[in-house]
């Protein structure tokens, strides 16, 4: 591919509106991402979870933290442009992976991705983030869903589980109650896509998606990528992934064997080697 996969302008505005579509950014490596996503669904991670009650039709399911046991998912994050498209829209000199995601709506799946953002679940704080997330099948109705601006809004978006719509941590004023964007008027941005699109959106933007009504499956997988500036943060509950036993504190940044650095400019290499030797 001979034109940038990412343009100034789409930068500009990724940083603006929290958000931006990157067509083909996974073009190359869509069979091996179906492939992992199959494995995924035959040998089920840790945290999988099927997001369907009584009654529910169709199945949702999700689960995420499977690039260590799932070669395909490891090589799209070190192989693809996503790490170097992350880099340019969050202007850092270096990124790491934070995680991988997977969600799988069948066909006739009514249920929704509830409205929420990435960040109150994270022990990561920081401005430089980034997820991206491709379906792996056409969608236009099932597509991802996320309010332009929302990243920059004064207070976070109270967490909730998806399964029970409970509260995740305490009610506290550090948090505002999730808002039903449709009914609030608020500029909700969606794309119809083609397997390897994909939509690049901050850790503090809101999001969400419709069910999948449609007779076909809809496969997405995600990956969070982080900054120069992302740190460690206490939050006043359990966090979503959890990763036990990380020994990390507050104002570290995450330790580069559990979340390895996918991507680096020459100069901080540069500086990097210079700390090793000095």
Not at 7 to 18: I, K, L, N, Y
Request: negative net charge.
């Amino acid at each position: 591919m001979t034109a940038p996969l990412v343009t100034p302008t789409q930068v500009e505005t990724f940083e603006r509106d929290g958000v931006v579509l990157i067509r083909g950014l996974f073009a190359d490596h869509v069979e091996a991402i179906r492939a992992g996503i199959e494995r995924n669904l035959a040998d089920p991670g840790d945290h999988a979870a099927e997001n369907l009650t009584a009654g529910d039709a169709g199945r949702f399911f999700d689960d995420y933290c499977n690039w260590t046991r799932i070669a395909e998912f490891e090589a799209v994050a070190r192989r693809s442009e996503a790490a170097r498209v992350a880099a340019a829209l969050m202007r850092s000199e270096r990124v790491q992976l934070f995680h991988d995601h997977v969600l799988v709506k069948e066909p006739g799946t009514s249920k929704p991705t509830p409205w929420h953002q990435d960040s109150p679940y994270y022990f990561v704080g920081g401005r430089q983030s980034v997820s991206f997330w491709a379906p792996m099948d056409p969608v236009s109705d099932a597509t991802l869903r996320c309010v332009a601006g929302s990243h920059r809004w004064e207070k976070p978006v109270l967490p909730t589980r998806w399964l029970s719509n409970a509260d995740f941590f305490p009610t506290s004023d550090a948090y505002r109650p999730v808002p039903d964007p449709d009914a609030c008027g608020m500029d909700v941005r969606e794309w119809a896509m083609q397997p390897g699109d994909a939509v690049a959106f901050h850790f503090q933007t809101l999001h969400g998606a419709r069910g999948n009504e449609s007779a076909t499956r809809r496969r997405a997988f995600s990956l969070r990528l982080i900054g120069d500036d992302a740190r460690y943060v206490e939050r006043p509950g359990p966090t979503s992934p959890p990763f036990h036993g990380h020994g990390m504190q507050s104002g570290d940044r995450l330790r580069e064997d559990w979340f390895p650095i996918l991507h680096e400019s020459t100069r901080q290499a540069a500086a990097a080697i210079g700390e090793n030797t000095s």
